[in-house]
């Protein structure tokens, strides 16, 4: 387990992290959220040894110095260009402690893991964003990390290479704690024990995402109306609180109202084309809005 207490850290005259203290259970996949300049990078750089906190700590069960247990993915990878992708891992395992005999053993074990079987003797100059994102993860698990610190790992990919990227976490997940900062909250939603929500450098809210979503999350019947006039007379004439996206109605149910039955009785009666009505739950991406008061 992975302990952070009071974690913070001033630059100057600013308190870009304040007071921060949560905790990493082994095995598990925690995402810190938060917009842009929430301190999302820095928390991650105090993590790994990077920025030295103004106050607080951060320390691991059993372990005297955490730094050599991390394998990081910056959020920008830089790789010299000259070096072929064996190489550079090869040359990553053995600067965090791997002996020499098993460094190239290693790097070739976890290139073939991350996919780069058929690319590791290629000079990293000639490497995709997809395939550099691989080989930052395969130098920050060369020397079998217990944690694993990532920051936005799929933000700059292509749908294609989010999805390889996240399938890829997932079997990572079984081998180590991963901790990892995210702006796309669909991909946060789908692989996640603990949300960690951060605020202008406070952690605001924390939990695991069905604690979250019972906390703040609402159910909502949506109506799928056959044009958009039609959706915005009915949400005014609608005794309901109402909110209005495009051909959709949406309705909020507070306690048991509307049933279901009490909502078709009222769109029976209307002279318009009902092509659906469902009832829905918030998305993170909503749920994040509520909790950072965006």
Sequence with gaps: ?????????????????????????????????????AGKTTTLSM?????????????????????????????????YPWLTALEFTEMTAKLNG????????????????????????????????????????????????????LDEPVSALDPVGRREMINLLKQLQQQSTILYSTHILNDAEEMTDQLLFLKKGRLVEQGSLKNIRAKFDSFRYKVQFSSKDEALHFASQSPLPTVVEDYYVFIEIKGNFPTMQQLMSQLVVLPFSILKVERVTMTLEEIFMKVVGQ
């Design 1 to 37: 387990m992975i302990t952070v207490q009071h974690l913070t850290k001033v630059f100057g005259t600013e308190k870009v992290v304040s007071d921060l203290s949560f905790t990493l259970e082994a095995g598990t996949s925690t995402a810190l959220i938060g917009p842009n300049g």
């Design 47 to 79: 993590l790994t040894g990077l920025l030295k906190p103004t106050n607080g700590s951060v320390s691991m069960q059993n372990v005297q110095d955490i730094r050599k247990e991390i394998g990081f993915l910056p959020q920008y990878p830089n790789f």
């Design 98 to 149: 791997v002996p020499n005999r098993d460094a190239k053993k290693q790097a070739e074990s976890v290139l073939d893991f991350v996919g780069l079987k058929n690319d590791m003797l290629k000079k990293t100059a000639t490497f995709s964003g997809g395939m550099k994102q691989r080989l930052g993860i395969a130098q920050a698990i060369v020397h079998k990390p217990n944690l694993l610190v």
